[in-house]
């Protein structure tokens, strides 16, 4: 096949994907259905997974033999809120100023979807002998919780890739090891009535503030007694508490208080266990105001939560990554991607490498460098070629 033909640059895919406000609250539809309506040009077949309400999709698609194995490119299609962020240039169009590409995901991550996207594309130039995925999801951003049909597809299918490259914003550098999320609401009760009266009354705030020590308490030991791991920026489980809320009015002692906090850990630690050690310090709680006030309670609810990546530095998919980018390195991120429910729930190796930082995500005037998008697309141009022969 003519491997010569013009194909569509990835800094013209960026451009369109920047446009498409896909902040997690709002659908992603039109911006699936320009990437299918983009491969359809190219002869390449999506499969789209909704979500119940019709609004959201994954998409799956591939290029090259329909046998077992070869490489999926992953990214997630949605946006962190642009709400009380303070920017300079429009945040849902793409704009180059001085050697960076300014917009809401171009970081985080639609530089890399738009590079991957361009690699499908490019690689219908050739006669493939390994076949290229490309998978992109919804809701990454609010717990991974859309990639969910996609891994129950990729179970199901007769065959499947035999490796993963998660692009978040690494640098480039080869990550193979992000730690995992535990997501909870607390539901302090208490008693209700007039602030006048608060004595006589147990304050679901002032539960819940005795809970947040607890959780404080937790920390604390498990900085000073938990064996760290030195690769990692933070290198043990955090533990945080990201919103509080309650009351109706000053004068009303609350009845309810909920706290929400997470637990991000290594993969040597188990959170469901951390999560047992502060039930249990919380009911003790508990069971003492219920000497006074018989109907207190505190009760936790799981909302989300997605596993740990610990690839092994010398597996197949980190040396060949490695050898695309001509590095012997590898990077443990602070954050969390769907790399780890790709690895532990379908069994396809993976590893974290894409363009940019996310010292820039989430931040108002995100940009992406343009030099990395274009190594990243030198990097998944050796990808073509390594799949060619």
């Given at each position: 096949?003519n491997?010569?033909?013009?194909?569509i640059?990835?800094e013209?895919?960026l451009?369109?994907?920047?446009?498409?406000?896909?902040?997690?609250?709002?659908?992603?539809?039109?911006?699936?259905?320009y990437?299918?309506?983009?491969l359809?040009?190219?002869?390449?077949?999506?499969?789209l997974?909704?979500?119940?309400?019709?609004?959201k999709?994954?998409?799956?698609a591939?290029?090259?033999?329909?046998?077992?194995?070869g490489?999926?490119l992953?990214?997630?299609t949605?946006v962190?809120p642009?709400?009380?962020?303070?920017?300079t240039y429009?945040?849902f169009?793409?704009?180059?100023?001085?050697q960076?590409?300014?917009?809401?995901g171009?970081?985080?991550?639609?530089?890399?979807?738009?590079?991957?996207?361009?690699?499908?594309?490019?690689s219908?130039?050739?006669?493939?002998?390994?076949?290229?995925?490309?998978a992109l999801?919804?809701?990454?951003?609010i717990?991974c919780?859309?990639?969910?049909s996609?891994?129950?597809m990729?179970?199901?299918?007769?065959?499947?890739p035999?490796?993963c490259?998660?692009?978040?914003?690494?640098?480039?550098?080869?990550?193979?090891k992000?730690?995992g999320?535990?997501a909870v609401?607390?539901?302090?009760?208490?008693?209700?009535g007039?602030s006048?009266?608060a004595?006589?009354?147990?304050?679901?705030i002032h539960l819940?503030?005795?809970?947040?020590?607890?959780?404080?308490?937790?920390?604390?030991?498990?900085?000073?007694?938990?064996?760290?791991?030195a690769?990692a920026?933070i290198p043990?489980?955090?533990i945080?508490?990201g919103?509080?809320?309650?009351a109706?009015a000053l004068?009303?002692?609350?009845?309810?208080?909920?706290?929400n906090?997470?637990?991000r850990?290594p993969?040597?630690?188990?959170?469901?266990?951390?999560?047992?050690?502060?039930?249990?310090?919380?009911?003790e709680?508990?069971?003492?105001?219920?000497?006074?006030f018989?109907?207190?309670?505190?009760?936790?609810d799981?909302?989300n939560?997605y596993?740990?990546?610990?690839t092994?530095?010398?597996?197949?998919?980190?040396?060949?990554?490695?050898s695309l980018?001509?590095t012997?390195q590898?990077?443990?991120?602070?954050?969390?991607?769907?790399?780890?429910?790709?690895?532990?729930?379908?069994?396809i190796?993976?590893?974290?490498c894409?363009?940019?930082?996310?010292?820039?995500?989430?931040?108002?005037?995100?940009?992406l460098?343009?030099?990395?998008?274009?190594?990243?697309e030198?990097m998944?141009?050796?990808?073509?070629?390594?799949?060619?022969?």
């Amino acid at each position: 096949m003519n491997s010569k033909r013009q194909f569509i640059s990835s800094e013209a895919i960026l451009e369109k994907l920047v446009a498409f406000d896909t902040t997690s609250r709002h659908p992603n539809l039109a911006l699936v259905e320009y990437v299918t309506g983009l491969l359809d040009k190219h002869g390449i077949a999506s499969t789209l997974l909704h979500n119940n309400e019709k609004t959201k999709a994954n998409l799956y698609a591939s290029v090259g033999p329909k046998v077992e194995g070869g490489v999926m490119l992953s990214g997630h299609t949605d946006v962190v809120p642009i709400d009380g962020q303070d920017w300079t240039y429009p945040a849902f169009k793409l704009t180059k100023d001085k050697q960076r590409l300014y917009g809401r995901g171009t970081a985080d991550m639609k530089g890399f979807v738009a590079c991957a996207i361009a690699a499908l594309i490019k690689s219908t130039a050739h006669q493939l002998q390994t076949p290229l995925h490309l998978a992109l999801s919804y809701d990454e951003e609010i717990g991974c919780v859309g990639v969910h049909s996609l891994l129950n597809m990729l179970n199901n299918a007769p065959t499947k890739p035999g490796m993963c490259i998660v692009g978040e914003p690494t640098q480039l550098q080869v990550a193979t090891k992000h730690k995992g999320k535990l997501a909870v609401l607390a539901h302090c009760r208490g008693t209700e009535g007039h602030s006048a009266l608060a004595p006589h009354y147990q304050n679901a705030i002032h539960l819940a503030c005795d809970l947040v020590g607890i959780l404080r308490s937790v920390q604390d030991k498990i900085v000073a007694h938990v064996p760290h791991d030195a690769q990692a920026d933070i290198p043990f489980t955090t533990i945080h508490v990201g919103r509080i809320n309650a009351a109706q009015a000053l004068n009303i002692v609350p009845n309810l208080c909920t706290v929400n906090f997470e637990i991000r850990h290594p993969a040597s630690d188990d959170p469901l266990k951390i999560l047992e050690g502060i039930q249990s310090e919380a009911q003790e709680l508990a069971d003492k105001a219920k000497l006074k006030f018989p109907t207190v309670e505190i009760r936790f609810d799981i909302l989300n939560s997605y596993p740990a990546l610990d690839t092994p530095a010398d597996s197949q998919v980190v040396q060949f990554v490695q050898s695309l980018l001509k590095t012997d390195q590898t990077s443990f991120v602070a954050f969390g991607t769907e790399a780890g429910l790709f690895s532990s729930k379908v069994g396809i190796p993976t590893v974290v490498c894409g363009p940019g930082s996310m010292n820039q995500g989430h931040k108002p005037d995100e940009y992406l460098e343009l030099h990395q998008l274009q190594q990243c697309e030198r990097m998944l141009n050796q990808l073509i070629a390594r799949l060619i022969t």
